[in-house]
């Protein structure tokens, strides 16, 4: 079952238009991903190998507007693990419905303090990050989670 981070719409979070501005959803994933991390341990256990998360790429799908005063859930699952990046698969659906907002995959890579480089997800990392892996189910309407090797 993914993790859910409600947020309900304030003004603030409008556009000229009277709904959420597209880039305002990528700070609510955000959010959802911290969400999600501090729900399953320490999130500065990764800062204290000395490794942090770091998004590459973000494909988005806009599927309804939302304004002022609803209650969007943010459900979150890591979806892929490869061998130096993984997947989170989230969607934004209007709270207590199935009325899909946007879903997003998000592709990460965890890079090194030291060098900045990208680090190869395996052993204790694998191991750790696998165990994360979540198969979706009930309101969720993501794909199933891949672990490759």
């Known amino acids: 079952m993914p993790h859910v981070t409600p947020i309900k719409i304030r003004g ?5 238009y ?15 991903r911290w969400s999600w991390l501090e729900s399953r341990g320490d999130p500065g256990g990764f800062k204290d190998w000395g490794w942090g ?3 590459v790429n973000v494909n988005i799908n806009y599927r309804r507007a ?5 209650v969007l859930e943010i459900r979150t699952a890591l979806k892929s693990l490869g061998r130096r ?7 934004a659906v209007l709270q207590g419905t199935d009325t899909l907002v946007v879903d997003a995959d998000v592709t990460f890579v965890l890079v090194s303090f030291e060098d900045g ?16 892996l ?10 199933e989670s891949t672990l490759r090797t």
């Not at 990046?85 to 969607?91: C, D, W």
């Not at 979540?134 to 969720?140: H, I, K, R, T």
């Open 12 to 16: 603030y979070h409008l556009d000229l």
């Open 18 to 32: 009277g709904h959420v501005n597209n880039a305002r959803y990528l700070e609510f994933l955000e959010e959802g």
């Open 53 to 55: 998360f770091s998004v």
């Open 66 to 70: 939302a304004t002022v005063g609803e």
């Open 85 to 91: 990046s993984g997947v989170m698969h989230q969607e």
């Open 117 to 132: 480089k990208a680090v190869a997800i395996e052993g204790e990392l694998r191991e750790r990050l696998g165990g994360m």
């Open 134 to 143: 979540e198969e979706p189910g009930g309101a969720w309407h993501g794909e």
